[in-house]
């Protein structure tokens, strides 16, 4: 397993990291070109996103992935700005099994909107782990197994830092447009409909117009039906 404890912390400080550089960098250079980080961080949400969602936690096309398809999820994973894809698998898995109920790692009812948001649930989702039964510790070591202790997950926060850093010393203007903003983007977008939009009042609905900006998402009731 490549889950850490200080992991919740880590995503707490690439939120602080996010916020402040992508504000400082925005100030700075400013362009038009922020209308391509839209599809870009999109690009980056299906595949990395969708696929660590379907693939790692579902299991959905795990026989049909190479293991080189695979690599390339776990990567894109890395340029969502989210946590680790383990540890998003391991509360994930619990949230299904306990939609809006107690043990729920991140239900509206216990949590402000905009710690749902900023994905600072993070921060106590372990106090859930005395929820997880035998029936759901097995289905989240299947997805580690399908993540099989992979170099881009185990060292998952090496690789986001590594290449905020890089691009940063290269080029701000790209660090900023293809990796921060992106990066940043991604993590209030996916926390805000997922975590909390998808959940608002406790209860997991049904939001249509949703699918015309995340792939496919407004069924987001009949996704819980589907996949416990």
Same mark, same amino acid.
């Given at each position: ?10 995503? &707490? ?19 038009? @070109? ?12 299906? $595949?990395?996103? %969708? ?7 579902? &299991? ?8 080189? &398809?695979?690599?390339?999820?776990? #990567? !894109? ?40 948001? @900023? ?12 929820? $997880?039964?035998?029936? $759901? ?31 940063? !010393? ?21 926390? #805000? !409909?997922?975590?909390?939009? #998808?959940?608002? %009042? ?27």
């Amino acid at each position: 397993m490549n889950i850490k404890y200080y992991d919740p912390y880590l995503q &707490a400080l690439l939120l602080v990291i996010l916020l402040v550089l992508n504000t400082f960098l925005i100030t700075e250079y400013a362009s038009w @070109f922020i209308l391509l980080t839209i599809p870009l961080f999109k690009i980056y949400q299906i $595949i990395g996103g %969708g696929g660590v969602h379907l693939w790692a936690c579902h &299991a959905i096309g795990d026989n049909k992935l190479s293991k080189l &398809a695979k690599s390339i999820i776990l #990567f !894109f994973w890395t340029l969502c700005g989210i946590d680790r894809a383990s540890y998003f698998c391991k509360y994930h898995i619990l949230h299904h099994s306990l939609c809006d109920k107690e043990g729920d790692p991140h239900s509206p009812s216990e949590h402000h909107p905009l710690v749902l948001t @900023f994905g600072l649930w993070s921060l106590i989702a372990h106090k859930k782990d005395a929820y $997880i039964t035998p029936e $759901i510790q097995d289905k989240i070591d299947a997805s580690y197994k399908r993540i099989n202790n992979s170099i881009f997950d185990k060292y998952h926060y090496i690789f986001v830092f590594s290449m905020i850093a890089i691009s940063l !010393f290269i080029s701000p203007f790209f660090c900023l447009y293809f990796i921060t903003l992106p990066m940043l983007l991604n993590k209030i977008d996916g926390n #805000f !409909f997922f975590v909390y939009w #998808f959940h608002k %009042g406790g209860k997991v609905r049904n939001v249509k117009w949703a699918s015309k900006w995340i792939l496919d998402s407004g069924s987001h009731g009949v996704h819980h039906r589907w996949l416990k």
